[in-house]
């Protein structure tokens, strides 16, 4: 079925530090979606993706959609000890009415 | 304003029973989706449902059903429960139908253990 691979599976940083987590498809995607889950926590969305290439910036989050449409990066500039928790891409499968989420990043911080 | 509420919070079964679970969504949205989060895992779909109708199922046994009600609000139903039921089942909202485009707003969770 469909799916999106995320990686790395952990990625443990010291505070300062940048961090990348990457989703990737075997086939085109709409549009993608990245949620932040805090431990303990539940999902909170982040932004959604829509086209070719398209770059957006939160603050230290840079969200980056290919060109493909077939892959997707979260980057974050200088982490910070708020920045701890999974990080989801999602792809949204509009004829199933269904999002599909990956495994996730979870990022740990050494401060 | 609330966001998505869901109780209980934590709930203790024994394998063979069956369980309810509630969520309230966001006032206004009319769309609801459920989600089974293993611990480790990313959350899995199960159900969506938008004006009281089924709009969407994931790959989940029969043991599991749902319904929506008019005030929009949800339960989910599991039945005959397994050990691997075990998950933090999340519940969320969004304004539309086509509620994969807008932004889903999930719920705290209610954590199922089943002994």
């Known amino acids: 079925g469909q799916q999106v691979m995320q990686i790395p599976q952990y990625q443990h940083v010291q505070e300062g530090e940048d961090f990348t987590t990457y989703c990737n498809s075997s086939?085109?995607?709409?549009?993608i979606q990245w949620y932040k889950q805090r431990p303990g926590g539940h999902p909170v969305f982040l932004i959604q993706?829509?086209?070719?290439?398209e770059v957006k910036k939160q603050k230290r989050l840079t969200f980056q959609f290919g060109e493909a449409k077939k892959n997707s990066s979260l980057h974050i500039t200088a982490t910070q000890t708020t920045d701890v928790g999974t990080y989801f891409c999602?792809?949204?499968?509009?004829?199933?009415?269904?999002?599909?989420f990956g495994q996730g990043t979870r990022l740990t911080i050494n401060p | 304003d609330a966001g998505v509420t869901q109780s209980p919070t934590h709930l203790i079964k024994t394998r063979g029973q069956h369980v309810t679970l509630r969520c309230s969504p966001i006032s206004g949205h009319k769309s609801v989706s459920w989600y089974q989060q293993v611990l480790g895992q990313g959350p899995q779909f199960i159900f969506q449902y938008y004006e009281k109708e089924e709009r969407g199922r994931g790959n989940f046994p029969d043991r599991f059903s749902a319904r929506q009600f008019p005030n929009y609000s949800s339960e989910l139903n599991v039945n005959a429960l397994l050990l691997g039921d075990s998950a933090l089942y999340l519940c969320?909202?969004?304004?539309?139908?086509?509620?994969?485009?807008?932004?889903?707003?999930f719920g705290p969770g209610t954590r199922l253990t089943v002994l």
């Open positions: 993706l829509v086209k070719s290439g």
């Open positions: 969320a909202s969004s304004l539309n139908q086509y509620g994969f485009t807008d932004t889903q707003y």
């Open positions: 999602a792809d949204p499968i509009q004829g199933a009415q269904k999002l599909v």
């Open positions: 086939t085109t995607l709409s549009n």
